[in-house]
């Protein structure tokens, strides 16, 4: 039984050159993972070692993509957001923004991380670059946006990062 709170952190990690781009990886397939195969941001639950939601992200990041993350490259901590909503199992998620001016090395953790992607934020800017999907068989006339990927959709939680990092961050883009 656990014994402390079930929090989580993300890093959105920018490389900010002449035409920024944002990481995003494709988690493994597993069963009994609720985001399995999706895209999402490097970052994961809270250990009780971390000392803090910062310390999470920092350990996560380097654990899942082999980036080393600073303060000296931290923008912004965002406010939490939750994750698995639709599940109605929500987990409070911090995303933490850094932008570094180049990209990094990565070095995938093949065990939980599928492929990364460098998406340019002028694709995400780009209102033609999204797709809206039936939310589910029974309900079709519901529908979700996404963004494709080389090897799937980005959609759900880190959709929602992203849109809100698109608007307070990158607005001049969109």
């Known amino acids: 039984m656990l014994d402390y709170i079930v929090e989580a952190a993300v890093a959105a990690i920018v490389a900010a050159h002449a035409d920024p781009e944002i990481l995003v990886l494709k988690r493994m397939a597993h069963p009994q993972d609720p985001w399995s195969g999706h895209y999402a941001f490097p970052g994961g639950r809270r250990d009780p070692e971390d000392e803090d939601l910062f310390a999470t992200c920092v350990r996560e990041t380097r654990e899942e993509c082999g980036v080393n993350l600073s303060t000296s490259s931290l923008v912004k901590e965002y406010p939490v957001q ?14 933490y923004l850094f932008e570094l001016p180049n990209k ?9 991380i599928t492929c990364y992607e460098w998406v340019p934020l002028s694709y995400i800017a780009d209102q033609t670059s999204r797709v809206y ?28 990062v992203l849109m809100t990092l698109m608007a307070d961050r990158y607005s001049a883009m969109v």
């Open 82 to 95: 939750y994750a698995g909503n639709h599940l109605n199992k929500p987990v409070p998620v911090t995303t």
């Open 104 to 112: 990094p090395s990565i070095a995938l953790e093949r065990s939980e």
């Open 133 to 160: 999907l039936p939310m589910s068989s029974s309900q079709p006339q519901l529908l979700f946006p996404a963004i494709p990927a080389t090897d799937g959709l980005i959609w759900g939680f880190t959709y929602g």
